[in-house]
């Protein structure tokens, strides 16, 4: 596969930057790296983006990521690695990036259950996360990014 442009964002004057200020204002809720890697990771595979897993898995081990997690992210609902918080947050992913013919997506059990976990500034910032990575998911594979290209 060869990329059909340089990635919008970055080929966008201040497009990236106004990205990375959106990751910074996620990160400053305190949510967990490693939760945000997973997430990005199961936005990734629903969207088959090979780019966005290619970067994210190695991120994730960055930040202490455990193989057994790295492995079964895809699995998660059938397996015991993952916290309630991990749960949720992955549930929250799979609503948010699957809306395609769900047209209740999301249901209030769900919310509850993550507004219960989250505090309000970290469930406005998870919500934020599955959709920038949905975005990265969007833009790799309308310009046919490269996996491997970009490593962090």
């Known amino acids: ?50 780019t966005c897993l290619d970067g994210h898995w190695r991120m994730a081990r960055k930040h202490g990521v455990s193989d057994d997690k790295l492995f079964a992210v895809g699995a998660w609902r059938h397996t015991p690695y993952f916290s309630d ?10 609503e948010l990036t699957a809306l395609a013919g769900n047209p209740e997506a999301l249901p209030d059990a769900l919310w509850d259950a993550a507004a219960d976990e989250f505090d309000a500034d970290q469930l406005a910032a998870l919500v934020l996360a599955i959709a920038q990575i949905n975005l990265w998911n969007r833009l790799n594979h309308a310009t046919r990014q490269e996996a491997g290209a970009w490593r962090p």
């Open 85 to 94: 918080a991990e749960r949720i947050a992955l549930e929250l992913t799979e």
């Open 1 to 50: 596969m060869t990329a059909r442009m340089t990635n919008p964002a970055m080929a966008l004057p201040g497009a990236m930057d106004a990205l990375m200020k959106l990751s910074g204002a996620i990160a400053a809720t305190g949510l967990s790296p490693d939760l945000l890697e997973l997430v990005n990771m199961r936005a990734s595979q629903l969207n088959s983006c090979s």
